[in-house]
């Protein structure tokens, strides 16, 4: 899951990077309303944290911009505005969610997780495909009885091959999921990972395969 901070002041922001990073998303920063209205155009984020005072303007603007362009992803409002005017102003503004400065880490990431788990969003369900079952707010995949660990970014892959069980997942998808604009990704690393799933998923002894369409993408179907 790919996420947008909007915040210019640089040790928050590489701070939401690291603690959201460390429980599973991909974090892209933008530091100022330009930047952000910029990507949101480009990129189709799973969810955006938006702070209100950016360098260049009001961050209702990036709202209203993302909301007038047809992004209709959650976005949460992280500021050090706490008048209730406020509140009701971004509120009604589109945003989805509203959380003052100074906020404990753990309650952020649980407001992000709620707003992914709304009908809908990219949270809250069990994936199953073959005799695979994937907890996307867990981040565990079973197969049959038995958990079967994998890395953060195989498991990103393998969730959206599940999402899209027996259909072509196009690798700049899984490019796009998982890693941000300042990644830079090793030489080749989708086969990379695909293979390592390959490998794990065999000696899991899991009822699933990784079939590779040359130049396209992927299919997880069921084995026959």
Known sequence: MRLLVIEDEDRLSGILKSKLGDVGFTVDIAGSAADA?????????????????????????????????????????????????????????????????PF???????????????????????????????????????????????????????????????RIVPKAVLEEKLYGIDEEPDSNPIPVHVHHLRRQLEAANASLVIHTIRGVGYILAEKT
């Open 104 to 166: 404990a880490m753990t309650e952020l990431i649980a407001r992000i997780k709620a707003l992914l788990r709304r009908p809908g969003g990219v949270l809250g369900m069990t994936l199953e495909a073959g005799n695979g079952r994937l907890d996307t707010v867990g981040r565990e995949l079973t197969v049959g009885e038995n958990p079967v660990r994998f890395s953060r970014r195989e498991l990103a892959i393998l969730e959206q091959m599940m999402r899209r069980f027996g």
């Open 37 to 101: 209205s910029a990507v949101l155009e480009l990129i189709n984020y799973d969810l955006a944290v938006l702070d209100l005072g950016l360098p260049d303007g009001d961050g209702l603007v990036v709202l209203r911009s993302a909301r007038r362009i047809g992004r209709a992803l959650p976005i949460l409002i992280l500021t050090a505005r706490d008048a209730i005017e406020d509140r009701v102003a971004g509120l009604n503004a589109g945003a989805d969610d509203y959380l003052t400065k």
